[in-house]
């Protein structure tokens, strides 16, 4: 018949030895075996057929010295003290909550929820306080956010989850987000926020009707959450933000959207913290050392480049940088030629701005709109102030993937999948989801998509955008069709949040309205942007290396004859406006091409890594200049890529878009240096198809095509 089952206290105890503070709320909990509940090793039950005269396991509880079986609502009768169910069932049973278990641990070596609670909340308020210094009522809100924003793991369906999970068996879900809302969800924007911290920004109008069915159970949540820390009653005043009342929406926005930062990234790393016992320390920007470092490498730099205009002027735009650094605006502009050396001399004015305003700007974000030119400028930045204060977070970033196999270096395991990370890639790991690094390089997308995104994960980040210097190179790519959100968003965080921006282009686009312009011009006013450099006319003719010849009325060419016009050159480069074009122009050239030619392809078509291997590959064979070198690309080289040709050929294109096409010929000013003249050359041609780009960039391709000039014209 099996073995004997323990028909007494005494036995129970002498079966499986007294426990001094087992929980009631898991006493409810076993795993199951051929239908029968068996007790886990570490649990102090054993199965018995109960005092009740129900078949419930049988468990001693060390606190208050009370016992009994765990029938369906039996943890409840206890609790009240109802001795209708279980011999010493009149007894109250203080009860512990967990935040978080681990698979294969015993609950005492679980996160308790009130230390989790309340590490979430600390650290929100820091993290309030940093990004808006002396904002005491947003501090304040983002504290009684993170003390409630898991009061729904009171529950017992959490708590029973906790240890279904800790077994290794599939938990059922368990909602606990939405108790704390419903527990503040008269202060708004912290209900919001505690709502949205696992599943995202909900809208504002549906806050009442998600939170209604789940008042009565939060209000329970509450009263246990008081038996463990009784200030936390003080979140009943909690009330909406100065911002919601004064109806200030474009600032509320924003406001909002910090709010869920620092609680997300508090619940995370506090969760972190426990999980792996430490809290990753953060490494501070130390702007004077790293100006120091770059302003050498400037040096080492300059002095590799010949005595001439191009030098000179590199010299004169980080001077001008260096000097504006100490103005009080907080929105300028750069706008320097291709080649003038504004990466370099824009971190320079980033850095001197950061050590004159001690303490007020806490790191450098470098916004750069294309992978094939990211991988490039951040390569020149670690050369320049060392890896381990650059941190790079964009989908090209091969140093996020691990080599998993060492003979051909060609298998690649994202970090995220890798599940014994080295201490080093878990702080990078951490940095690149909160940008928590002295200097980050991130893409366009990457860097907006952050702030207008509804998902946690990319608004964690946000709160460190505050009290930044954020340098947006190649500015003129910015999509005009959202102009309106993306200049209202960087005008509220430089105005409240300390965000300094830096528009960086050899073309700067028209942010600020002309004399005259409509009323629903949704430009910023004229003098919003303060320039850098005082008189960019002198700077661009100083600059002058090309000579562009424009084609003449009603000329097309073929792609024979465009094929047979580059292979008149030794190094010629070619941008045409489509993929499919890109493609019948290097077919064309492979099935015409010499002995020792070599002709490369570059196009969104090839993977980023592919793209950028080719890129170097071609850098490399024109700086031997011992073979022919022809290459045909999209725009995709226009913006920042650094290479350098006598001859460009760009297909009939927006006028920006030719002027960056034009900075890559005779990008370092030799051949112009060798002949005293602008030696450069750059071809505009017209295609058969006049295919391109629907849209913005077909509308200023045709204003391009009505306004050039019939002859030679100099850029």
Known sequence: MGRELPRCRTEVQRRAG??????????????????????????????????????????????????GCVCDGWADRVRNGDPACGKWGGAAVAETYYAHGKEGEPPERWQLLKDHLRGVAELARKFALEARPGDEEFAQTAYWAGMLHDLGKYTDEFQKRLMTASRGEPASKAVHSVHGAAAVKNAKEAALAILGHHAGFHCANELNRKTREFEPSARKCMEKALAENKDIRQAENLGTSSLLKNKAWHDLDIWMRMLMSVLVDADRLDTARFRDGSLTQTILLAPQELLKRLLAYIDKRASQVADGVVKQTRKSVLEHCLNASDWPERLLSLTVPTGGGKTLSSLAFALQRASIQKGEIRRIIVVIPFLSIIEQNAGVLKEALGENVILEHHSGDIARQRIINANDGSKYLPMEDDENPSEAERIKRLAVENWDAPIVVTTSVRFFESLFSNHPSDLRRVHNIARSVVILDEVQTLPRDILRPLLSVMETLSKGWGTHFLFCTATQPAFEKYAGAPDDDIRWPAGTVKEIIPDRRVLFSNLQRVVVTWPKKDEVWAWDRLADEMEGHKRALCIVNTKEDAKKLYEKLCDRATDGCRIYHLSTRMCAQHRLDRIREIKAVVAANDFPCLVVSTQLVEAGVDLDFPVVFRAMGPLDAIAQAAGRCDREGIMTARAGRPAGQVIVFETENRSCPSGIYREATEITRGAFPKNGHLL
């Not at 075996?33 to 009740?52: K, L, N, V």
């Open 18 to 67: 007294s426990v001094k503070a087992m929980p009631v709320n898991l006493l409810q909990f076993w795993g199951k075996t051929d239908g029968r509940r068996e007790p886990q090793a570490w649990h102090p039950a054993i199965r018995s057929p109960g005092f009740c005269g129900c078949s419930a396991p049988v468990s001693d509880v060390g606190l208050g010295g009370a016992g």
